[in-house]
């Protein structure tokens, strides 16, 4: 069973980068998987920001790709989200998620509520 | 980019009710690349179903969804208590994008 747990800093000042981590359990990220992270701004909807296929392969969402940075690190079992220059539009919860398939999200973190304020 | 326009915003419905939930495609998405998922407050979201209408493991059977094109469906049939939550429909051509979201709310 793939559990997932994000975690990073809570509070990023704005033009700073937002850094976060998701780290898996229950199964090596090097074994396959697309492994996706996913936003929700308060009381708003889900906003897709990119996945990486464990071979390292990224797929970013195109509002987004010129600030997002998502990377995989095997040897610990962790991939990780850079969202770069934000503002406090970038304020959300932010969701690390992962499925076979690129197309759906299976499985999911409990989510990182990360703030822009300074 | 694909944009997903889901009806009605709020469904307010009794428990055993059928919940009947609209997601529209600004153009047309492969049923293969079709889900739902449901948020309850505080919590996650749950995929329900993928390819437009296969449940996911572990999803009661009241839950179905139909559709192509650019025309899809979710169906609760009887709803209970538990159900109330944000339902979203998302799909995945050259990017991936969701629906703004329905909420059921259980009178």
């Known amino acids: 069973q793939v559990q997932l747990q994000e975690s990073g800093p809570g509070l990023v000042k704005p033009s700073e980068t937002l850094s976060l981590t998701c780290t898996v359990s229950?199964?090596?990220?090097?074994?396959?998987?697309?492994w996706g992270w996913i936003r929700q701004p308060p009381g708003k909807g889900l906003e897709w920001i990119g996945s990486?296929?464990?071979?390292?392969?990224?797929y970013y969402n195109p509002s987004l790709k010129s600030r997002v940075t998502i990377s995989v690190d095997t040897s610990k079992n962790q991939f990780s989200l850079k969202l770069s220059s934000v503002t406090a539009a970038d304020t959300a919860v932010y969701y690390c998620?992962?499925?076979?398939?690129?197309?759906?999200?299976?499985?999911w973190g409990q989510g990182a509520l990360v703030t822009v304020s300074s | 980019e694909i944009v997903l326009t889901q009806s009605p915003g709020t469904l307010s419905l009794s428990p055993g009710e059928r919940a009947t939930l609209s997601c529209r495609a600004s153009?047309?998405?492969?049923?293969?690349?079709l889900a739902w998922y449901q948020q309850k407050p505080g919590q996650a979201p749950r995929l329900l179903i993928y390819?437009?209408?296969t449940r996911a493991t572990g999803i009661p059977d009241r839950f179905s969804g139909s559709g192509s094109g650019t025309d899809f469906t979710l169906t609760i049939s009887r709803l209970e208590p538990e159900d109330l939550a944000v339902y979203y429909c998302?799909?995945?051509?050259?990017?991936?994008?969701f629906g703004g979201g329905t909420k059921v709310e259980i009178k």
């Open positions: 998620a992962s499925d076979g398939r690129i197309s759906w999200y299976y499985y």
């Open positions: 229950g199964y090596s990220i090097s074994s396959g998987l697309y």
């Open positions: 990486i296929y464990y071979s390292g392969t990224t």
């Open positions: 153009q047309s998405v492969s049923s293969s690349y």
């Open positions: 390819g437009a209408s």
């Open positions: 998302q799909q995945y051509g050259s990017s991936l994008t």
